[in-house]
Protein backbone atom coordinates (compact mmCIF):
# COMPACT_ATOMS: atom_id res chain seq x y z
CA UNK A 1 0.00 0.00 0.00
CA UNK A 2 1.39 3.41 -1.09
CA UNK A 3 1.73 6.18 1.92
CA UNK A 4 2.66 9.27 1.46
CA UNK A 5 3.47 12.04 3.92
CA UNK A 6 3.74 15.44 3.82
CA UNK A 7 6.17 17.95 6.30
CA UNK A 8 7.27 21.39 6.33
CA UNK A 9 4.32 23.70 6.22
CA UNK A 10 3.84 26.82 8.62
CA UNK A 11 3.20 30.12 8.55
CA UNK A 12 5.37 32.62 6.79
CA UNK A 13 5.33 36.41 5.77
CA UNK A 14 4.39 37.49 2.40
CA UNK A 15 7.68 37.13 0.20
CA UNK A 16 8.93 34.23 2.49
CA UNK A 17 9.82 31.21 1.39
CA UNK A 18 9.07 27.72 2.51
CA UNK A 19 10.13 24.12 1.15
CA UNK A 20 7.18 21.19 1.63
CA UNK A 21 8.46 17.50 2.01
CA UNK A 22 6.52 13.79 0.37
CA UNK A 23 7.83 10.65 1.67
CA UNK A 24 6.62 8.16 -0.02
CA UNK A 25 6.42 4.45 0.93
CA UNK A 26 5.26 0.99 -0.78
CA UNK A 27 6.20 1.23 -4.50
CA UNK A 28 8.76 2.02 -6.77
CA UNK A 29 9.47 5.92 -6.31
CA UNK A 30 11.71 6.57 -9.46
CA UNK A 31 9.14 5.58 -11.63
CA UNK A 32 6.48 7.09 -9.92
CA UNK A 33 5.00 10.62 -10.93
CA UNK A 34 4.06 13.22 -8.46
CA UNK A 35 2.02 16.18 -8.46
CA UNK A 36 1.52 18.68 -5.54
CA UNK A 37 -2.07 19.99 -5.15
CA UNK A 38 -3.76 22.69 -3.04
CA UNK A 39 -7.01 23.74 -1.61
CA UNK A 40 -7.64 27.00 0.25
CA UNK A 41 -10.96 27.49 2.49
CA UNK A 42 -14.31 26.71 0.56
CA UNK A 43 -12.16 25.77 -2.93
CA UNK A 44 -11.47 23.18 -4.81
CA UNK A 45 -8.57 21.14 -4.95
CA UNK A 46 -6.41 22.95 -7.76
CA UNK A 47 -3.20 21.36 -9.19
CA UNK A 48 0.36 23.15 -8.08
CA UNK A 49 3.29 21.10 -9.61
CA UNK A 50 4.00 18.13 -11.60
CA UNK A 51 7.11 16.14 -11.90
CA UNK A 52 7.24 12.90 -13.99
CA UNK A 53 9.42 9.76 -13.52
CA UNK A 54 12.27 12.16 -15.63
CA UNK A 55 12.73 15.12 -13.44
CA UNK A 56 10.22 16.96 -16.42
CA UNK A 57 8.32 19.46 -14.53
CA UNK A 58 4.88 21.40 -15.24
CA UNK A 59 3.29 24.17 -13.30
CA UNK A 60 -0.04 25.96 -13.41
CA UNK A 61 0.76 29.88 -14.55
CA UNK A 62 -0.31 30.72 -10.99
CA UNK A 63 2.97 29.40 -9.12
CA UNK A 64 5.20 29.46 -12.38
CA UNK A 65 8.41 30.93 -11.47
CA UNK A 66 7.88 31.23 -7.61
CA UNK A 67 7.45 27.13 -7.26
CA UNK A 68 9.82 24.67 -7.77
CA UNK A 69 8.75 20.66 -7.67
CA UNK A 70 11.84 18.20 -7.08
CA UNK A 71 12.60 14.65 -6.02
CA UNK A 72 14.76 12.90 -4.49
CA UNK A 73 14.64 8.92 -5.77
CA UNK A 74 17.54 8.09 -3.42
CA UNK A 75 15.05 9.02 -0.49
CA UNK A 76 12.11 7.90 -1.76
CA UNK A 77 11.41 12.23 -1.77
CA UNK A 78 9.64 14.78 -3.94
CA UNK A 79 9.82 18.37 -2.71
CA UNK A 80 8.09 21.92 -3.21
CA UNK A 81 10.56 25.02 -3.26
CA UNK A 82 7.92 27.92 -2.93
CA UNK A 83 9.48 31.25 -2.93
CA UNK A 84 7.85 34.66 -3.13
CA UNK A 85 4.67 33.39 -1.74
CA UNK A 86 1.59 35.46 -1.48
CA UNK A 87 -1.24 35.35 0.40
CA UNK A 88 -3.41 33.76 -2.00
CA UNK A 89 -0.91 30.69 -1.65
CA UNK A 90 -2.43 30.19 1.68
CA UNK A 91 -3.78 26.57 1.61
CA UNK A 92 -3.59 23.25 2.41
CA UNK A 93 -1.27 21.22 0.14
CA UNK A 94 -1.35 17.82 -0.86
CA UNK A 95 0.90 15.12 -2.78
CA UNK A 96 -0.36 12.74 -4.85
CA UNK A 97 1.12 10.12 -6.82
CA UNK A 98 -0.04 9.93 -10.11
CA UNK A 99 -2.24 7.18 -11.96
CA UNK A 100 -2.69 7.98 -15.58
CA UNK A 101 -4.51 10.75 -17.56
CA UNK A 102 -3.56 14.43 -17.38
CA UNK A 103 -1.59 15.49 -14.24
CA UNK A 104 -3.82 18.96 -14.21
CA UNK A 105 -6.48 16.73 -12.61
CA UNK A 106 -7.21 15.21 -9.31
CA UNK A 107 -8.66 12.28 -11.08
CA UNK A 108 -5.41 11.07 -12.34
CA UNK A 109 -3.81 10.35 -8.81
CA UNK A 110 -4.72 7.43 -6.84
CA UNK A 111 -2.69 8.12 -4.00
CA UNK A 112 -2.69 11.10 -1.59
CA UNK A 113 -1.05 12.16 1.70
CA UNK A 114 -3.03 13.77 4.45
CA UNK A 115 -1.84 17.69 3.97
CA UNK A 116 0.00 20.03 5.29
CA UNK A 117 -1.08 23.46 5.90
CA UNK A 118 0.56 26.79 4.37
CA UNK A 119 -0.13 30.46 5.40
CA UNK A 120 0.83 33.05 4.19
CA UNK A 121 0.26 36.86 6.17
CA UNK A 122 0.36 39.97 4.43
Known amino acids: QVQLVESGGGLVQAGGSLRLSCAVS????????MGWFRQAPGKEREFAAFINWSGSTYYPDSVKGRFTISRDNAKNTVYLQMNNLKPEDTAVYYC????????????????WGQGTQVTVSS
Open 96 to 111: AGFSSGSYYYTRSYDA
Open 26 to 33: GRTFSNYA
